[in-house]
């Protein structure tokens, strides 16, 4: 507006400031246009953008509107929000326009000036908000809710849209299993296929190197009780293919149905990279698999070429079979199978084998049972010979999962809707010596590795959120002691509670730690995942899938990776030092947002994401410009980096990025350029020079941040 418009401006302002209804009807116009010419759409009256409980009957969007006009209107609007006396059936209509103007930022349709134009009005709403706290968020509804109680409820529920999707298989994938020895990630899907994934940049994104087809029988058998195909369960059929590999990453197996498939695919440095391929006939069902780790004694540096695997191989009639995979390297080279049975390893309950595993050593196994049982084994000779040890009656049902702790002392085991129970070997026989008293637990996961402090970490996660983190400290390999509740009394006083970490979503199907321990990973029914803190089990972030997570792993250095029911991809992200920063930033600017009267972040997407790349974009801005300011070749920074860092100065952000970021977790070497607090220490002087800026414009004394660096004459005379 010009100055002969400044009188009619003003009549609107005063208008609009005590008619709040016209306010609102005035603030939904403005978002309708700003959104249409932004994205080029439209938009019904139920429309994420549009205030259902408005008057206004006219959906529809204008096809020509003058955006000129618009942002004239917009100003006159905030600037009535503002000074409004009550601003109650406006806050609705002003958190979407809050959203319309970030999506604004986005825009490939706009010029810059525009964009300049978006982040000022930002500026105006989100550097100096209104308390509308005990205000309600919608007409009609009212709420009694504290501002600080809001503001703790949200700084547990930062959500962020992070999550990776890479397509390889056509149908659902159902299992995969990660080489840290040669960065490959194998998956088996539906499809009758195992894809070679490997990491095609530095920012973990994956992509297939080679494929492998792998043959079974696709037979309909019936299966026994505890085996239902019609209902969810992590015991492989004949629906369900496994896929595993030894601790060499040479060679793979994959089982299905009646058969079992070996491919040697050597190293990753090996040019030809064999994938020598031999296909096995059991006879039986095969419901698990898995490679015997090869001895502790074994020394490191043995050659690749004398290394022969052993593969342990259970079927749905409780029988494990022993196949050993002998390759031969002349000519083209070949790999045969040599299967052998053995009347020893065999589940005495007449339950079918769900779950198999070897401890540290492998020369104990661990075969989990359908009845709910489960029978230790003993290795005799380097034959690959075992012998029964005990079997342990510990669940009712079918065991869902058993892991031994990275010790190898302790064996936990799981079954559906009971706690999980813990073994270990009292006066030299393994017998069952604890329980943890919480009911309903749905996995558990041990880290590989031990705290310094000496203690293992066990991660519980249950049906209602919460992932229990346990720690236990280094348990002997055989207590002599005189009876059970003995040990029972002594490992409940060893057994403490390390951190509870609290879910935004429910029902948790799996869990796991990162590989230095620093992050709890959970996955969740609804498609969530979850990383918290495990020294103290504070939420670090959330992010949404559509789809049930399956299972969750880590690779490398906090790169997570999930799978998902009936999904064909395979999901990643990674905790980097700049996800753990824009975090912070989100839960930082909470406070102010709902100030605002903005419940969720889910309901101001296109804000979020502009808070999200806010430090990103003022860095880049900051970088381009300060070497011409050094220089004097420009006199002042641009209108577009005054603007972001007012909005960082107002949302006090400068406070928040110029200190450490979780510094235990990322050292300085591992940090970015934007997330390193030393590279904004720019910024605080920058508020420096506004504070100073302000004292001048009000004729004020200088705050006491500008003396410090004074003497009591030089403050004496400033004052003066």
């Not at 059936?89 to 970030?102: E, H, K, P, Q, R």
């Not at 709420?143 to 390889?168: A, C």
């Not at 196949?323 to 083209?332: M, N, S, T, W």
């Not at 899938?545 to 250095?557: E, L």
């Amino acid at each position: 507006p010009d100055k002969d418009n400044t009188s009619i401006v003003s009549a609107i302002k005063q208008l609009l400031s005590h008619d709040t209804e016209c306010l609102a009807r005035l603030l939904q116009i403005c978002t309708r246009d700003i959104v249409a010419i932004a994205v080029k759409s439209t938009y019904t009256q139920d429309s994420y953008f549009l205030d259902t409980h408005s008057t206004i009957s006219d959906s529809t969007v204008f096809a020509t509107m003058n955006f000129p006009v618009t942002k004239i209107l917009v100003e006159i609007a905030i600037d009535a929000y503002n000074s409004a006396d009550n601003i109650t059936d406006c806050v609705y209509g002003m958190v979407n326009l809050l959203d319309a103007l970030s999506a604004c930022e986005f825009s490939k349709k706009l010029s810059n000036e525009d964009k300049q134009w978006s982040t000022e009005q930002l500026v105006k709403l989100l550097v100096s908000p209104r308390d509308i706290s005990h205000t309600s968020s919608e007409p009609g509804k009212s709420t009694t809710t504290t501002t600080t109680t809001l503001f703790v409820s949200l700084l547990e529920t930062v959500m962020l849209d992070v999550i990776q999707e890479f397509k390889g298989h056509s149908k659902q994938v159902m299992s995969y299993v990660c080489c840290e020895k040669t960065d490959r990630i194998l998956s088996i899907a539906k499809d009758d296929t195992i894809k070679i994934w490997k990491s095609s940049n530095d920012a973990g994104e994956l992509s297939v190197s080679s494929t492998l087809e792998f043959k079974s029988q696709d037979t309909d058998i019936p299966l026994p009780d505890g085996l239902n195909k019609d209902t969810p369960t992590p015991v492989p059929s004949s629906v369900l293919p496994y896929i595993a590999i030894d601790q060499s990453g040479e060679y793979i197996t994959a089982s299905k149905d009646y058969t079992v498939n070996v491919w040697y695919i050597g190293y990753v440095n090996n040019k030809n990279n064999n994938k020598l391929s031999c296909v096995q006939e059991i006879g039986r069902l095969v419901t698990h698999s898995c490679f015997q780790p090869p001895d502790a004694s074994t020394p490191t540096n043995k050659q690749p070429t004398e290394h022969i695997p052993i593969l342990l191989i259970g079927c749905i009639d409780g029988s494990v079979y022993t196949v050993i995979a002998k390759l031969d390297r002349k000519g083209e080279g070949s790999l045969n199978l040599e299967v052998r049975a053995s009347d020893n390893l065999k589940l005495r309950d007449n339950g079918a084998v769900v779950k198999m595993v070897f401890d540290e050593s492998g020369h104990t196994l661990a075969v989990g049972s359908s009845k709910g049982s489960v029978s230790l084994f003993s290795q005799l000779n380097s034959e690959s010979e075992f012998e029964l040890e005990k079997t342990l009656v510990l669940h009712e049902s079918v065991i869902q999962n058993l892991q031994f702790n990275p010790s190898g002392t302790l064996l936990t085991t799981l079954s559906e809707g009971e706690a999980i129970k813990i073994s270990g070997r009292l006066n030299g026989e393994w017998d069952k010596i604890g329980i943890i008293a919480i009911p309903n637990q749905t996995c558990f996961s041990w880290l590989d590795t031990r705290t310094p402090q000496g203690q293992h970490l066990l991660a519980c996660g249950g049906d209602k959120g919460i992932v229990y983190v346990w720690g236990i400290p280094q348990w002997p390999y055989d207590i002599q002691i005189t009876s059970q509740s003995d040990a029972t009394c002594l490992l409940d006083k060893q057994l403490m509670l390390s951190s509870t970490c609290e879910s935004v979503s429910d029902y948790i199907t799996c869990v796991c730690f990162s590989t230095d321990g620093s992050f709890v990973i959970a996955g969740h029914r609804d498609g969530t995942v979850g990383v918290w803190l495990t020294a103290s089990g504070d939420a670090l972030f959330y992010t949404q899938t559509n789809k049930q997570v399956v299972s969750v792993t880590t690779r490398g250095t906090n790169r997570i990776l999930t799978c998902h029911l009936n999904s064909s991809s395979l999901h990643s992200l990674s905790v980097t030092s700049s996800l753990l920063h824009t975090t912070r930033t989100i839960r930082y600017c909470n406070s102010r947002l709902r100030l605002l009267g903005v419940q969720t972040l889910d309901r101001v997407p296109f804000l979020q994401k502009f808070l999200t790349q806010l430090s990103a974009k003022l860095f880049k801005q900051h970088e381009c410009e300060q070497e011409d300011i050094n220089t004097q070749r420009l006199l002042n920074h641009s209108c577009i980096h005054q603007s972001l860092a007012c909005l960082a100065l107002g949302l006090e952000l400068h406070s928040l990025w110029s200190q450490e970021c979780i510094p235990e977790l990322f050292p300085s070497n591992q940090l970015t350029e934007e997330v390193n607090p030393k590279n904004w220490q720019w910024i605080n002087e920058f508020q420096k020079s506004l504070d100073a800026v302000k004292c001048m414009a009000k004729r004020s004394p200088l705050s006491d941040t500008l003396t410090a660096h004074l003497s009591e004459e030089e403050i004496d005379e400033q004052r003066s």
